[in-house]
């Protein structure tokens, strides 16, 4: 990945993301005509998307524009929302995710999330990770339990800084080492679609440059949808950028696609910063 | 001069003296105008600032003169009494300066006056007629003093606004220290007493002793015995060991529901229904306790064969429990919902269900607020008095049977404190040692609960 190039307004594009091919494999998870109410009002005014597999698609848009009402379609988080209320059809592997009998339990194994606060529970670093195997019964002694938390930790990057103090409370870590921490505990369920919202927004540069690097090793093995406002970072990490725009979806192609050559005026008047 | 009158007076002079310094303030502000000096103060801080000057340092000679008058007088009274007639105990000169009052205030006597006790109720009120006019004097000088210095000292410069300031913190501390400081006296005057009590029954006795029946010793002898406290203290212990069975698992489950599952429209209705129960006077849990709950589980009792008083721990106890569960519902639901959501969020995220991130994060991360919400309760249940004194049956024997009647710390206070007695035996007096106890106790529970609190706020700040 390049270096963040914080001082220049303009959004430089990484040399990976100049091959114009797309990752054209099989289609992980779609929405079609996708609606969230909150109560009587619309938040998403009909959304269809297909996001690849071991792709990483990018969510921008201005302030309530409505992306992370969509990420939280994507594993019925919204569920969690009394007043909200989702339409239309979500789909993983094909399979409905709105479908009555499907276990929502499930479901959240599959599709991982990672929030904007760093959010690791009080307890040790090893319950923090331990805490989703444990729950869907994925390990049955501890020899496996240990394995999976280290595994989970090396993945995230972390293993090294913390591997003395597995003990040590989760709160006691850094912001970017707690959001590694969080990164870890969802990779330790081994989803197969991974959602963040600004998953950075609370950390600095040098902090955001090393989750920067994490998604982007990630990819390989997993889908991860992302949320960000900093376009820098959307151009960094992401294959393919949605725009997002008064619970529209605006515009969706390659990233390159949408920072150099936006097909709609409302995509270019916000990544040259005209409003937003 | 009536002391009410007096004080009247001087807030009339305060404002006076605050129209005096406004009128003034304003003129020196009229003649500055212009000349590019800026009043540092409003006029209205500059006439506070008279009408302080004026009012406080009066109001601190009246409330000194006050304090020390009587005594002065008194003394006085005694030292020209003829020393034959001086009585011998101090009880005794209480006694016949009570009398010197009565006389010199004009009130009636039981028994006839004596001669000299009628000069030196005369020579009394001579004096405090003269000291009365002393500290008049003394404060209209120095208010009136106050009033030309202050007046004049107004210029544009002089910081009023912050000297004012200054006395209203002077105020605001003044009002904390006396709060304090009754606290304070409180204890101390416990203190006092329990040492008292403590002279006649020795320490180790009055801890660590296994039988209280301190009616049938004689007072006045040495080696007082039957003040032991251990059975109070396990009567105590017993029926708040019973009340927080009752209140801790209702209480918990009632919290929970409230904050995770009621919805807001319930939960605005429910939770000060739940709060009401403790705003009943606990003398109607009282005689709920003895009158339906007693009987109705001497009853229950007898249907299943067992033997349970109507007045007994039980009773007492499930009825505190009831009393107190608001006390760890309302706590235990604000703690609840002060953890974020993004924690719950982040355990539902995971997969896991609604109750497993209730069982798994949140009452893990709210216990310990959970925990001193439940000491406060404790130390409410242990402090408790009518509850008990109606319906634990007053037996003060160690014993481990629930269905038997005990007795508690606060019914054997009530207990030894009512009646006809004497205020020196160590009968009333063991009222001050069981209440200091009580007091440590109490006091303890809430700073550990507190610390906990406190601790647990930190956490998510
Ligand atoms: N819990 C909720 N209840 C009611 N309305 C909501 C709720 N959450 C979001 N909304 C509304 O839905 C719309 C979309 O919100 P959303 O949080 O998805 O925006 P966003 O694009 O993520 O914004 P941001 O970049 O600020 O995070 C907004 O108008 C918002 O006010
Ligand atoms: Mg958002």
Redesign the pocket.
Known sequence: MGQPSMNTLKVTLPESADSQALPQGNIKMSARDVK?F??A?E??HGINMDIYENEVVA?I????????????CLNRMNDT?D??RVTGKVTLDDQDIYDPSLDVVQLRAQVGMVF?KPNPFPKSIFENIAYGPRLHGLVDNKTDLEEIVESSLRRAGLWNEVKDRLDAPGTGLSGGQQQRLCIARAIAVSPEVILM??PCSALDPIATTIIEELIDELKGSYTIAI?T?NMQQAARVSDRTAF?HL?NLVELSATREIFTNPQDTRTEDYITGRFG | MSNMLLITLLLGLMAIAYQLGLVRSKGVAATTSGTGVKMHSRPTYHAMLVALWVGVPAALIFAVWSLFQPGIIESMVLAQLPPEMMPATENDVRILLRRIHNLSGGFGLIEEAAAYELNAARYMAELRSISQMLMIALMASVAATALVWTRKRIHPLLRARNQVEQAVRVLLVACSAVAILTTIGIVLSMIGEAMRFFSFVSPMDFFFGTTWNPRFSTVGTDGQTGFGMLPLLWGTMMIALIALAVAVPVGLMAAIFLSEYASDRVRAVAKPIIEVLAGIPTIVYGFFALITVGPFLANFGASLGLEIRATSAITAGLVMGIMIIPFISSLSDDIITQVPKSLRDGSLGLGATKSETIRKVVLPAALPGIVGAILLAASRAIGETMIVVLAAGNSPVLTANPFEAVSTMTVTIVNQLTGDLDFASPQSLVAFALGLTLFVITLLLNVVALVIVRKYREQYE
Do not use: N, W
């Open positions: 969230v909150y109560g009002s938040a998403l969510f848009g201005p302030s309530g524009c409505g992306k992370s009402t969509f990420l939280r929302i007043s909200a904007q919202d600004e949320v406002h997002f619970g």
